[in-house]
Nanobody, 118 residues
Framework: QVQLVESGGGWVQAGGSLRLSCLAS????????MGWFRQAPGKQRELAASITNIGNTGYIDAVKGRFTIARDTNKNTIYLHMNNLKPEDTGVYFC????????????WGQGTEVTVSS
């Protein structure tokens, strides 16, 4: 099992920045990727950014050039650096992990809320 705990959400004005953190514990050696999902009010959850165990990253077009996903393996933590935030970035952000041999993210944190005001 893998446990994930997010932190760092909050309120920010448009154009501002936030950094989200996700602390992982448990059998994290059995995971091969981690990601940040987000869910805006009334919308489906989407994978905003991901990073694999070998450091490959991926982003949806809406956040490319503004968000950066990074990891600190010594601290078992992944980060999501969010710059030039827009009101449409508002939502709940979830950290998730993908187990080896799986093609879906099966471990989830509780989520942290991000609100961007215009």
């Amino acid at each position: 099992q893998v446990q994930l705990v997010e932190s760092g959400g909050g309120w920010v004005q448009a154009g501002g920045s936030l950094r989200l953190s996700c602390l992982a514990s448990g059998t994290i050696d059995n995971t091969n990727a981690m990601g940040w999902f987000r869910q805006a009010p009334g919308k489906q959850r989407e994978l905003a950014a991901s990073i694999t165990n070998i450091g490959n990253t991926g982003y949806i077009d809406a956040v490319k050039g503004r968000f950066t996903i990074a990891r600190d393996t010594n601290k078992n933590t992944i980060y999501l650096h969010m710059n030039n935030l827009k009101p449409e970035d508002t939502g709940v952000y979830f950290c998730a992990a993908r187990a080896d041999g799986r093609n879906y993210y099966g471990y989830w944190g509780q989520g942290t809320e991000v609100t961007v005001s215009s």
